[in-house]
């Protein structure tokens, strides 16, 4: 290259003088450190939006447009009510008398009829009849009702919805946001904190502000139990194995093979092997936790025997060499000594391990643990793990995959949770690590 | 559940010979304890284990071989007869199983007596009355075969686990014995115990070999059951994907092609998106970057990789794809029909690639000897000239490596593009085309309500079988290359 450029140019000038060819290499040079500039741009761009998109779209799942009542029945009303043939539409008549002597009092004037009533707030009477079936004691005395607004007025709340895009339908008319500015006026509708939807159930797909996560939280717990409970030991086991005993020959290469290949084969393959042998060959329950924790186990198998192998061979040998020395026998030297130093590291690649399962989605599809079926918290342990549930990710998933827009801000609320326990598994991780480890 | 407390009785058998093992041998060595071989909670683990282990072993190997043996019998039960035209013995079996399900039920919930259960000559119109009266699910009603079948599987069932308790507990207190016996001051018992942990050890190692023998054994099965049910060759050549749903009846055309060309399609949109971004990334963090942009821009980075991919699926399918829209659909370019399409799913698997791109190479640019960096530097060259022409060439095989690593990602990728890309399966070039791939052909056909035995479901083996096939290709290729290189510079 230099002699090149002294044959055709004789050197004239100082160094102090840059000469065109120079220059324009320097500028190559400026490009090219611009270029990866731009690229890291780009991918940090990248993470803000996704972050900035997920928290937008996903913090007014947490408020939820509420009615807030203040009812009195009285034990003439209650008797009256019970012995009517259309028991809760009595009850929904008192409520609306209610309403209406509520926005008197206020000084406003809006009319409405009870079918508006309906459209805003669903059935009311069989809430307010179960409400005070199951409390007697409460007849006679004021009680405050917190009703949740149906789905379109709470988008409307939200701005999700507006007086121009909506349609007039059975779920809502146009009409009826005068009642919802008169009453959101009266300070009768309010946006309050949506307590359902952190320790709620699912709802029907044509009810997404009833939807709630909390049982699919519960259900992704106890898979992580099972997560936790098998590939922790299993791990660290095959890790022991592998680093400390293993001798040189065609099975120790064969385990290794099979690690590092099971580290990249796709979710998906594991949840048809989880279809296929735990539910078609062994009879498991489907859609139940402790098959999903037993896929998920696994998946994480690898992470979790890659990151202790690196953390048992971080122990030196002197360690062990002093064990053998006063005596130890290679058993104890790993159990009492190498073991014990080495546990941070593995905690940490445990930890990081589970998140990794507690964000898995596809397998859990192909197990039944999508669709409608985190209805119910499950009844004691054991109900816990073989009982049909969903998982958090499942559950975005089913969410995602409805076709009412109201449940799309639920999916993105779900992801806000699952991105949170994500989040502190992670910074628990990373404490572990900057408290424990040690650097020899 | 009774399984549960045979579990726990077969512990507690197994720690009352530990503790029994243990004060016998402490009372057999007398006040000095070094005339023992071993410390005195060997001899109590050599017992506990004796007792324990054989007998898990065998209550699980029993769990596993009942269904087999109890299956066998009952099918044998059922005549050719009672087993209709679109039917099949495995249908048939299914039924005998939900309907002893449902006898148990309904004796559970006091519906029927165990006696009337187990009465042979049941009516059974009365019985299919009160099965669904007890919440069972039965399809329809019951047939005398199928009842009989159903009774003989809950007989030999519970016979089954009640033979299978004792031999349990029976083979748990032999064990226990035989360890208790051999407890003396001069038995080696460290030395036997430390036997049985190594091979608990190898036994946990083998589990690994174990996951990939149920994959594959589960993939060929099912596959070759497919491909009895459906000519191989239309699977592999055919170019039109249209299963028919289960109950509608027709045939089904299952031709893998447009399945493969919406994976390749998606996946090369996605790395055309991740190569060069996560590349000169790499390059800018290992080359140019001071130590406090890399320590905050590395980590930054990779939590795009930490994110789960159903928070990705969800962004394709919200926020890119509307964007989308915006821009190339019917008001812009007029190129895009709707949101899901190969260029959103493409896109944002694009996204989560970058820091499998980025962090592959660092690590591979970063094992290149800083001697030849110092040699061109030397020579003259500037720093830009010095990666390109020295640093890049030398990473060239491993850079490749990662290259393929991050496409058997894409092709396995299933969330994404179950959101994102869309349902329609076709041969088309347009990337803002709505295609679908074969991992989300897999879920579409595993998580319908076909039955298990139709080719439709079965389909998604097969190609499970091809995804498995192409992405260990892949990753062998891609962890040979870069095991290749890396021996170059050691």
Known sequence: ?440 | MPLLWLFLLVLAIAAGAFVFARTRVLALSGQDRRTLHSLPIYYGSNAAMKSAIPALLVLVLWLLAQPFYVNNSVSGMIPDSAIGDSSSRSLVLAEVRRAADGLDLAVATGQMTEAAARDTQADISDVTDRLSEAGAIVTSQITQPVLNAAQQYRVLNSAGYRIMSVVVLLIAAAGALWGIRETKPDFRARNVVEQGVRALLIAAASIAILTTLGIVLSLVFNTIEFFRLYPASEFFFGTNWAPSFSGRGGASDLGILPLLWGTFYISIVALIVAVPIGLFAAIYLSEYAGPKVRAFAKPMLEVLAGIPTIVYGLFALLTVGPLLVQVFGDDGLGWMQAGTAVMTAGLVMGIMLIPFVSSLSDDIINAVPQAMRDGSYGLGATQSETIRQVVLPAALPGIVGAILLAASRAIGETMIVVLGAGAAARLSLNPFDAMTTVTAKIVSQLTGDSDFASPEALVAFALGMTLFVITLGLNVLALYIVRKYREQYE
């Open chain 1, 1 to 440: 290259m230099t002699d090149a450029s002294m044959d055709s140019a004789p050197v004239q000038g100082s160094l102090t003088t840059v000469d065109a060819r120079t220059r324009k290499r320097n500028a190559a040079e400026k490009r090219f450190k611009a270029y990866g500039l731009v690229a890291i741009m780009i991918g940090l761009f990248f993470l803000v939006v996704l972050a900035v998109s997920i928290l937008r779209s996903g913090i007014p799942a947490f408020t939820q447009a509420e009615v807030r009542v203040e009812f009195t029945l009285t034990q003439e009303q209650f008797d009256e009510a019970e012995s009517q043939m259309l028991k809760t539409k009595a009850y929904e008549n008192l409520f609306i008398a209610a309403l209406q002597s509520q926005l008197e009092e206020r000084g406003l004037e809006v009319s409405f009829d009870p079918a508006a009533i309906e459209r805003l707030l669903g059935k009311t009477g069989s809430t307010i009849r179960e409400h005070f079936r199951e409390n007697p004691n409460q007849i006679g005395t004021p009680v405050f009702f917190n009703l949740a607004a149906s789905s379109r007025v709470d988008g409307y709340f939200k701005g999700r919805v507006t007086r121009d895009t909506l349609v007039d339908s059975r779920f809502l008319e146009v009409s009826d946001l005068d009642l919802v500015d008169a009453l959101a006026d009266a300070g009768i509708i309010v946006s309050a904190f949506n307590w359902n939807f952190i320790t709620g159930s699912d709802s029907g797909v044509d009810n997404p502000g009833g939807a709630g996560i909390g049982v699919s939280v519960i259900g992704s717990f106890f898979m992580m139990l099972v997560v936790l409970a098998l590939s922790l030991p299993i791990g660290v086991a095959t890790s022991i194995y592998l680093e400390e005993f293993a001798p040189q020959n065609w099975f120790t290469d064969l385990i290794e093979v099979n690690i590092s290949n099971l580290a990249a084969v796709p979710s998906i393959v594991f949840g048809i092997l989880g279809l296929a042998v735990f539910i078609q060959f062994m009879h498991l329950p489907q859609s139940a936790p402790l098959v999903g924790g037993l896929v998920l186990t696994l998946m994480t198998l690898p992470t979790i025997i890659i990151s202790t192998r690196a953390s048992l061979k971080a122990v030196p040998p002197s360690i062990r060499e002093a064990a053998l020395g006063v005596g130890a026998s290679k058993m104890q030297t790993v159990f009492h000594h190498v073991l014990p130093l080495a546990a941070p590291g593995i905690l940490t690649g445990t930890i990081i391990g589970l998140a990794q399962a507690l964000g898995e989605t596809a397998p859990l599809l192909l197990i039944g643990m999508v669709g409608f079926i985190a209805r119910a918290y499950p009844e004691g342990v054991v109900s816990g793990f073989i009982d049909p549930n969903s998982a958090m990710p499942a559950q975005i998933y089913t969410w995602a995959a409805r076709a009412d827009a109201g449940f799309y801000e639920k999916a993105w609320g779900g992801i806000i949770i699952l991105l949170i326990f994500l989040l502190t598994m992670n910074i628990i991780a990373i404490i572990l690590r900057r408290r424990f480890e040690r650097r020899w």
